[in-house]
């Protein structure tokens, strides 16, 4: 499996605002110019399209440790190769046997690219952010480069794995608005919504509470999390998976 991204930045934030995944035959390899000319026939190469949290990548030759701006990257509206990371081994692992030769889009709810939002103010500033979003005051955060418009996003392939995680604060309702209406849009356009859930919610009140739990997960819940992913990609396209 090989990853692209492409980066933008403003204002000293950095954002990964464009991602795919390609899952090599054998022992094939693409170039960024194949990814390009890929794209330009999505129907035909991209099969679907997996919603994370946020994402937290470096191109090849570059590391997470410190912005890529400080590293020299220079931001040229191009995709680049990126590392992989842990959630990439999942998903190589998941995704090797039964989608090869075709592309995955990886969208995330916000695209600053930054480690561990969740645990740190950056999330109440997105909070804030959502409930500006469609009036026309600034929002502190680029609306471009960091949101999608839930309502008229276009999405990629037959299917949407959302795996944004299901735990909100009580002051965060916009953003698991924010989530429902991503995933009501992904319907309304005729693509399956495929996620993990567990016992807490049974599978057709998922998206009406935005409960998606994300592929990994730290603590006790890592190799169950992980596993249930696996075995939703099981299969072309992907099913809804249970977490026992």
């Not at 204002?11 to 693409?30: A, T």
């Not at 500006?132 to 299917?159: E, R």
Request: with cysteine; glycine share 6%; net charge neutral.
């Amino acid at each position: 499996m090989q990853i692209f991204g492409r980066f933008d930045t403003k204002f000293d934030d950095e954002f990964l605002v464009e991602q795919y995944l390609y899952i090599n035959e054998n022992d094939e390899l693409i170039t960024t110019n194949d990814l390009e000319l890929k794209l330009k026939k999505k129907r035909k190469h991209v099969v679907g399209t997996i919603f994370l949290f946020n994402p937290f990548m470096s191109p090849v030759g570059y590391n997470n440790n410190t912005k890529l701006t400080e590293q020299g990257y220079e931001f040229k509206n191009q995709f680049d190769e990126l590392n992989f990371n842990d959630i990439s081994n999942l998903f190589y692992q998941a995704t090797k046997n039964n989608y090869k030769g075709k592309l995955i889009e990886v969208k995330y709810l916000f695209n600053l690219n930054e480690a561990n939002i969740e645990d740190t103010i950056v999330i109440d500033k997105f909070a804030v952010d959502i409930d500006l979003y469609n009036s026309n005051q600034l929002t502190m955060f680029d609306k471009d480069l960091n949101y999608h418009d839930p309502l008229n996003m276009p999405i990629s392939g037959k299917w949407v794995f959302m795996g944004v995680g299901h735990k909100y604060d009580p002051q965060h309702k916009g953003i698991k608005k924010y989530v429902k209406n991503i995933a009501l849009h992904a319907q309304k356009l005729g693509k399956e919504v495929i996620y993990i859930y567990d016992k807490n919610h049974n599978i057709e009140d998922c998206i009406e509470h935005s409960y998606f739990l994300a592929p990994t997960s730290p603590g006790k819940a890592k190799d169950t999390r992980a596993y249930a992913f696996k075995g939703a990609f099981m299969g072309n396209p992907p099913k809804r998976t249970r977490l026992e």
